[in-house]
């Protein structure tokens, strides 16, 4: 049986054999540094003497405090981190502005938005609310390879109502698709909004239906869960269009 560490693992022994051997060399040193400035006091040496004394006491403190070997994967790895960025927004009109930015400034491919809430966008007072709904088709129509997918929560009259209007305004956007979920809880859930599966809003109604609070994230591994939960109720969905379909011929069918 081969018992040959791999390649990694030996590069790794060797980097610490040869710390070690550093480690000692630079033991023996510090023991001669001082033996020679004990003899230096002894016998009188003028002070330049004693400098290369002193840059190698330097050097093997700044060693002892301060490994250089293996800096460069150190460094690296601090290059290659993406730290999250994180945000609280108290109110509708920050958390609205904020997302609108988000969009405007950075968004490139896709946005993935959620809005499970009893009362709809129209009922939202403040202006940053209505310039972010907005703002959203306004990105889908700059440019035709972007992509928007909306889940819809209509689980009120009025959302049904406003579902109704959204569809005609959107349906000749062709890379705008909405899909409706029918649920029957009586309260507001998480809302969210993932922007190029990178940034992440989250909302939180409050008491009423003007109140909202929420935050925001910028990290891509945390972006991919919220993709991934999204995907799952997306792909669960119906498409607006399909929901639209059947509640009309529904409400057109006369009951016995």
């Known amino acids: 049986m081969d018992a040959t560490p791999p390649r990694n693992q030996r590069k790794s022994l060797a980097s610490l054999s040869l710390d070690r051997i550093e480690d000692r060399i630079i033991t023996v040193v510090c023991v001669i540094v001082v033996g020679a400035s004990v003899l230096g006091a002894v016998f009188d040496w003028p002070p330049a003497a004693f400098l290369p004394l002193i840059f ?63 009362a709809p966008p129209s009922t939202l007072a403040q202006k940053e609310a209505k310039q972010y709904f907005d703002a959203v088709l306004d990105w889908a129509g700059g440019n035709s390879s972007r992509s928007v997918r909306r889940l819809i929560c209509v689980n009120s009259d009025a959302m049904r109502k406003w579902a109704m209007t959204h569809f005609d305004q959107t349906c000749e956007v062709q890379n705008y698709e909405a899909h409706v979920v029918e649920w029957d809880i009586k309260a507001d859930l998480l809302n969210m909004a993932i922007v190029d599966e ?43 269009r399909t929901w639209v379909a059947r509640t009309t011929s529904q409400a057109a069918t006369p009951t016995p």
């Open 56 to 118: 190698v006491a330097l050097y093997a403190i700044l060693r002892c405090l301060l490994p250089l070997r293996g800096m460069d994967r150190t460094l690296e790895k601090l290059a290659n981190h993406q730290c999250t960025e994180f945000r609280r927004y108290k109110n509708n009109a920050e958390f609205y502005s904020a997302l609108r930015t988000a969009i405007l400034r950075g968004a490139e491919n896709q946005l993935d938005v959620w809005y499970v809430r009893q």
């Open 198 to 240: 990178r940034v992440v809003f989250l909302a939180f109604s409050g008491g009423t239906e003007q109140v909202i609070r929420g935050m925001s994230m910028e990290d891509p591994e945390a972006a991919k869960y919220f993709t991934d939960y999204f995907n799952q109720h997306w792909h669960k969905s119906e498409t607006l």
